[in-house]
């Protein structure tokens, strides 16, 4: 019974780690523009509005992926970070109102 408890929490984790809404929410700005730098997104900056599912719209908006894996990973999340970006919206609103988009490359001209 233990190693089902075990496993089902590695597995939480491990979802939990890859949700957009995670990522942009709960993380602090520069872990989240370290994190789409690394996967070479082609965006600009997210809102913290639905940040979750920005996340995961950057994230295939992206260099293509050369295993394949990450596609079918991140349509799942838009369904899991959509929900929980709806769960959070007052929150979001908050933040966006207060501190604009999470830039994701920084210029030193802005």
Same mark, same amino acid.
């Given at each position: 019974?233990?190693?089902? /408890?075990?496993?089902?929490?590695?597995? %939480?984790?491990?979802?939990?780690?890859? *949700?957009?809404? #995670?990522?942009?929410? #709960?993380?602090?700005?520069?872990?989240?523009?370290?994190?789409?730098?690394?996967?070479?997104? &082609? *965006?600009?900056?997210?809102?913290?509005? &639905?940040?979750?599912?920005?996340?995961?719209?950057? %994230?295939?908006?992206?260099?293509?992926? +050369?295993?394949?894996?990450? /596609?079918?990973? $991140?349509?799942?999340?838009?369904? $899991?970070?959509?929900?929980?970006?709806?769960? /959070?919206? +007052? &929150?979001?609103? &908050?933040?966006?109102?207060?501190?604009?988009?999470?830039? /994701?490359?920084?210029?030193?001209?802005?």
């Amino acid at each position: 019974m233990a190693v089902k /408890i075990t496993a089902a929490l590695g597995i %939480a984790v491990l979802i939990l780690n890859g *949700c957009g809404t #995670v990522n942009s929410v #709960v993380r602090k700005d520069g872990d989240t523009a370290r994190e789409l730098r690394l996967i070479k997104t &082609y *965006c600009q900056s997210i809102p913290r509005v &639905y940040s979750g599912v920005a996340f995961d719209f950057c %994230a295939l908006h992206a260099a293509p992926d +050369p295993t394949g894996i990450l /596609i079918p990973v $991140v349509l799942l999340d838009f369904a $899991v970070s959509g929900v929980a970006d709806t769960v /959070i919206l +007052p &929150y979001t609103i &908050y933040r966006q109102a207060a501190d604009g988009n999470i830039s /994701i490359y920084w210029r030193p001209d802005s």
